[in-house]
């Protein structure tokens, strides 16, 4: 890709997006493997979060294992775009929100320790912006583990993990919340983070170690910012089906290759029918759209309806909010 045109970054952000060592010096066990010193890495992600390639090397939590989530949307007239998004963004269980190319032109997610601090989320947008809020509850995951291969080689996707919430144990809500936001860019991390925890540096490890285990943490590593590095034409592909078709169609569409997201989604009655959802990230609008080609021609999908929207701006992307600020603090 273009925009990674230094071998070493590639090698980086290809190898290092899952997996992310967990050990006293992570980093040297990652400048081992390029060929570099400790502090060469240490730099080079430094650099990279600082342009905005990357946000983190933190965790992604598998969604609904700690707590609660729902992507939402609202219409906002023209003329009220940029204030209603600055609205959305204000609120700190907002962990993404993107413009989409549609009527229902905002689109973000909403976070929080349980269900009913997402819903005072969005219920405080619909009445400071005076708009319906959709409320598109997830059902079920077929594919989530996103991420981003800087070569040109396929991009291996593990298959779903179970997840067993049982293994959660008291102060790891913090934890998640800290790995959720992002490890230090220091040669000891853990050690760094247990500090701002008051625990003990091999206890910190031996959690992640557990939690990672468990699916509770889905994916330890570089978090890329896509859009930076090149896939700037995304595009949230829905379908209306019937509910017993997603069962063949969503395993079906998250394997086609260029898919890089599906799960079902409770739709809204008389709003918006649409079921099973899909993400098609590219470097160009034509690429996108060869991939939706793919899937419409697959057979479980036949009949279905769809609507694509392309995004169109990134107003807001951090980790999900696990822990009330109050209590993170």
Known sequence: MDHITDPTDRRLLDEFQRDFPITRRPFQVLADALGLDEAGVLGRL???????????????????????????????????LEEIAALIDAEPGVN??????????????????????????????????????????????????????????????????????????????????????????????????????????????????????????????????????????????????PAAQVDTAGPALAALPGVTLCYERNPVESVWPYRLYSMIHARSRGEALEVLSGAVALPELRGAQHKVLFSTRCFKQTGALIQPKEAAA
């Open 46 to 80: 430094a650099r990279m979060r600082k342009t905005g390639r990357i946000t983190r090397v933190g965790a992604t939590i598998a969604p609904g294992a700690v707590s609660a989530s729902t992507l939402a949307a609202v219409a906002a007239p023209d003329e009220r």
């Open 96 to 241: 993404h929100n993107y413009q989409r190319e549609d009527s229902w032109n905002l689109w973000f997610v909403a976070t929080g320790p349980d269900r009913a601090h997402v819903n005072d989320t969005l219920a405080r947008i619909a009445h400071r912006t005076g708009l319906q809020v959709l409320d598109l509850r997830l059902v079920r995951p077929f594919n989530v583990d996103l991420g981003f291969r800087m070569s040109g080689a396929a991009r291996h996707v593990p298959g779903p993990r179970k997840v067993d919430c049982t293994a959660m144990q008291p102060g790891d809500r913090v934890l998640l919340q800290a790995l959720s936001t992002g490890l230090p860019l220091v040669a000891d991390p853990y050690a760094a983070l247990a500090r701002t925890l008051d625990r003990d540096e091999d206890q910190v490890m031996v959690r992640i170690e557990a939690l990672h285990a468990a699916g509770i943490i889905s994916r330890l590593g570089v978090i890329v910012r896509h859009r930076a590095l090149g896939w700037s034409a995304n595009a949230m592909v829905v379908w209306d089906m």
